[in-house]
């Protein structure tokens, strides 16, 4: 079965830190861009943080660039979203979603939701609260 599973959500308290994990079964990661999306409750879907394949070049949304850092292991098939310095407006739902970086302009594009995605996780949630 062809699944992205991610992990390492939880609650954590302000200023604190996760290391969130996408893992790929049924398929290779290889050649594929891999991003990382939330989703707050009464909020729009948004694009944290993407990494291409080929050159493993990064893309970060503004409001996370500098407190997160997102890294690939090819070798473990896993992509992972260290999260660190967290603040309350983190709390969400962390999706990881991958496509052939052949169907991906720029990182970029592809975090700003501007290409289809393959596939998707069920998503892990972090909440940030003291």
């Known amino acids: 079965q062809v699944q992205l599973v991610e992990s390492g959500g939880g609650l954590v308290q302000p200023g604190g830190s996760l290391r969130l994990s996408c893992a790929a079964s049924?398929?290779?990661?290889?050649?594929?861009?891999i991003g990382w999306f939330r989703q707050a409750p009464g909020k729009e879907r948004e694009g944290v943080s993407c990494?291409?394949?080929?050159?493993?070049?990064?893309y970060y949304a503004d409001s996370v660039k500098d407190r997160f850092t997102i890294s690939r292991d090819n070798a473990k098939n896993t992509v992972y979203l260290q999260v660190s310095s967290l603040k309350p407006e983190d709390t969400a739902v962390y999706y990881c979603?991958?496509?052939?970086?052949?169907?991906?302009?720029?990182?970029?594009?592809?975090?700003?939701?501007?290409?289809?995605?393959?596939?998707w996780g069920q998503g892990t949630q972090v909440t940030v609260s003291s």
């Open positions: 990494i291409n394949y080929s050159d493993s070049s990064t």
């Open positions: 049924g398929f290779t990661l290889d050649y594929y861009a």
């Open positions: 979603a991958a496509v052939l970086e052949w169907g991906v302009t720029t990182v970029q594009a592809m975090c700003l939701g501007k290409h289809g995605l393959d596939h």
